[in-house]
């Protein structure tokens, strides 16, 4: 009988420390239209012909963070072509619901390794990689671009869009639909 009550003693403490632990979170997740070649799969995937392109953003908040202090906004791109042939010239758009249109005022080019789930929105400290002579790169999976544009993280219910053109497959330009970003949820542990 001690022994059961231990149990679900021990049981008990476990369940309400994973409970504690567990928290919701909220940030700007993508969406677009409905398109014949294009589709977002999860919260943060983008599926395109051959390709798959996994967005995250500098947004996020929780009921102990949020990103309010940053003067910049952030977004990275990580990269999964399927076929050979791909390039990426990054010519990204931020498109604020006030008709304003910026461009990052820095872009950071890395190798996030062959994973695209890492905690932050940030690709990553990985080696470095021959991405050849910019501004037209080369893509292959875990190529990974942080975008920095010149204004404060929008607060995560604050819808905007982003424009991505410079995608070419072989040399014919891919055109990829505008991305919606509209405040969803996701679930973390601390």
């Not at 409905?34 to 995937?45: D, F, M, S, V, Y």
């Not at 102990?64 to 042939?85: A, C, E, M, R, T």
């Not at 053109?165 to 969803?184: D, M, S, Y």
């Amino acid at each position: 009988m001690i022994f059961n009550l231990k149990k679900r003693i021990y049981f008990l403490t476990v369940s309400v420390a994973m409970l504690v632990g567990c928290y919701q979170g909220f940030e700007s997740q993508p969406h677009i239209d409905a398109n014949p070649h294009w589709q977002i799969k999860g919260k943060r995937l983008l599926v395109g012909p051959d390709i798959e392109i996994f967005m995250r953003v500098s947004n996020y908040r929780t009921r102990f963070y949020n990103n309010d202090h940053l003067h910049y906004f952030g977004i990275s791109f990580w990269f999964d072509p399927k076929v050979p042939g791909y390039r990426f010239d990054p010519q990204i758009t931020f498109l604020e619901l006030r008709n304003r249109s910026l461009h990052p005022k820095n872009i950071k080019l890395v190798f996030s390794g062959l994973d695209a789930r890492v905690i932050d929105w940030e690709c990553g400290n990985y080696p470095e990689h021959d991405f050849g002579s910019g501004p037209n790169y080369g893509l292959f999976r875990g190529a990974c671009f942080e975008l920095y544009f010149p204004v404060s993280p929008p607060s995560s219910d604050t819808p905007f869009s982003i424009k991505i053109e410079g995608l070419t497959l072989n040399g014919a330009p891919v055109r990829v639909p505008v991305i919606n970003f509209k405040e969803g949820t996701f679930r973390a542990f601390m």
